[in-house]
């Protein structure tokens, strides 16, 4: 039963956090939280055994670092020219 509770717990989190993170104006931390939240729905979808919850997050989380280095890639390309 305990464990019941805190997969639940682990839910709840991951939806709080991509919720949140679709509230930010700053694109590198909506995609860093995001990337978070991505992240416990993956464990959750993992621990209930709901694979296109897990797979579909896990492509998310996967298209959010892809941007947050081509940002950071981005700023170290302006800074070396600058």
């Known amino acids: 039963m305990e464990n019941i509770d805190l997969i639940e717990v682990l839910g709840y989190a991951a939806s709080v956090m991509v919720a949140i993170s679709l509230m930010m104006k700053?694109?590198?931390?909506?995609?860093?939280?995001?990337?978070?939240?991505?992240?416990f729905f993956v464990a959750y979808g993992y621990s209930i055994e709901a694979w296109p919850v897990a797979g579909m997050n896990a492509f998310v989380a996967c298209i959010n670092i892809y941007h947050l280095a081509k940002i950071y890639r981005n700023k170290q390309l302006q800074t070396q020219t600058a």
Do not use: A, T
């Open 26 to 39: 700053d694109i590198v931390f909506l995609r860093c939280l995001n990337f978070l939240g991505c992240s």
